[in-house]
T-cell receptor, first 115, second 110 residues
Framework: EPEVTQTPSHQVTQMGQEVILRCVPISNHLYFYWYRQILGQKVEFLVSFYNNEISEKSEIFDDQFSVERPDGSNFTLKIRSTKLEDSAMYFC?????????????FGDGTRLSIL | LAKTTQPISMDSYEGQEVNITCSHNNIATNDYITWYQQFPSQGPRFIIQGYKTKVTNEVASLFIPADRKSSTLSLPRVSLSDTAVYYCLVGDTGGFKTIFGAGTRLFVKA
């Protein structure tokens, strides 16, 4: 079964540094998402992306965050100047186009630790 | 987006059937109901989705009454490996913005 893959599995970064989290969605999917989950808390929506532009974003997704689909397979989340509170699991997801509401397929996440 | 309410936690024993109910009083006409499962340190995994009445797959059943203001996820004969957090989501229009609630933490005991 095709799956969403995320790299790295764990990223440790100094506060103030830029970090890029990478995702390879399922190949025939056209909708892409990023979520985060702070330890012990619920999954929080960050942003959705379709047709090379952001479709929706949450209040968490401020100017420090950006997303990009640099080629036909990768989908990245960049945090420009990391803060301690950015420490969390970050999940990428993708879904098919077409049907009214499609289930999302999630990767196993990148654990981001800000020191 | 319709808000959902689920029990915070449930306990069960191996081999039992588990029913987790989700309330979504403000569900809209176009909304589908979707359930996800999440194990520690893993991403959520799609379990089942439905619009009305009953849906069954190899993993679970989903019961939705006529008024659609609630839904019940039924897990037959749970095992220890079904210990996880279960999320009920309600949404439409391609799911551009998906809101997860706190979920139900199911703990299956031997």
């Amino acid at each position: 079964e095709p799956e969403v893959t995320q790299t790295p599995s764990h990223q440790v970064t100094q506060m103030g540094q830029e970090v890029i989290l990478r995702c390879v969605p399922i190949s025939n999917h056209l909708y892409f998402y990023w979520y985060r989950q702070i330890l012990g808390q619920k999954v929080e929506f960050l942003v959705s992306f379709y047709n090379n532009e952001i479709s929706e974003k949450s209040e968490i997704f401020d100017d420090q965050f950006s997303v990009e689909r640099p080629d036909g397979s990768n989908f990245t989340l960049k945090i420009r100047s990391t803060k301690l509170e950015d420490s969390a699991m970050y999940f990428c997801a993708s879904s098919e186009a077409g049907v009214v509401y499609q289930p999302q397929h999630f990767g196993d996440g990148t654990r981001l630790s800000i020191l | 987006l319709a808000k959902t309410t689920q029990p915070i936690s449930m306990d069960s024993y191996e081999g039992q059937e588990v029913n987790i109910t989700c309330s979504h009083n403000n569900i809209a006409t176009n909304d589908y109901i979707t359930w996800y499962q999440q194990f520690p340190s893993q991403g959520p995994r799609f379990i089942i989705q439905g619009y009305k009445t009953k849906v069954t797959n190899e993993v679970a059943s989903l019961f939705i009454p006529a008024d659609r203001k609630s839904s019940t996820l039924s897990l037959p004969r749970v095992s220890l490996s079904d210990t996880a957090v279960y999320y009920c989501l309600v949404g439409d229009t391609g799911g551009f913005k998906t809101i997860f609630g706190a979920g139900t933490r199911l703990f299956v005991k031997a």
